[in-house]
């Protein structure tokens, strides 16, 4: 028990200083504004959203913002979550004036949760692996449920994690099966993105729903 809460709060602590010191860098480290692997992939995660309107979406791990703005303009309601207060800092900027939009600093592994809004779309791009780590399994294994838990009948949930050759790639299906074991079908999936341009990196995208 003082293990695991030692080991939490050890992991914690760590990816958010982890991610302080990525965006700290300055703008745009990971270049989802000009690599074109980035930009093709928020483009597959965009289409992914359907053509619907949401009442209540959530965005876990939203960075500096720029997925965000495009689910700002799907959704009535959007919380958008974020460990790292450096990255928020930015993503507040950029959509500031935005109604309808709540920027929440916290680990997803400890967030109580959107209370009253159960979300009909979760989306999850390129977050699962920070949490994955052998010290903190069981938080990890538990983040499915709790995120599981948090989707509205009829929602949609989005995951798209990147992945470089067969072993990783297995990696995000095991993602996708965790859920899938929790209740929810898989509506669609594809691996975005030509690993011959992209340094053999692609990104699998997935559409989960309700039974
Ligand atoms: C690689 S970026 C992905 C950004 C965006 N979701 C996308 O798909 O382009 C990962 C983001 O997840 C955040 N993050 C990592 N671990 C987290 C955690 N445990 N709780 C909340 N956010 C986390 C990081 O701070 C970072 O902004």
Redesign the pocket.
Known sequence: MIFDAIAGWLA?RS?RRK?DRV?SRGRDP?G?EKLPY?TGR?KA?EAALGDRRYASGL?????EG??TEKLAARAERLAA????PV?LERARARLAGRPGVAFVE????DWPGPGAYACDLI?V???LY??DKPMVRRTFEETFGRIRGWLAPGGLLVL?HGFAGPAERRIREGYRERFERLGLRLVSESAVGDPAVSGGVQCLVSCLAER
């Open positions: 914690r990816v991610m965006f990971f989802y980035e928020l995660m965005e876990i791990g939203c960075a720029v997925f979550l974020d460990v790292s990255a916290a680990d997803v592994r989306v791009g390129d977050v920070y949490l798209a």
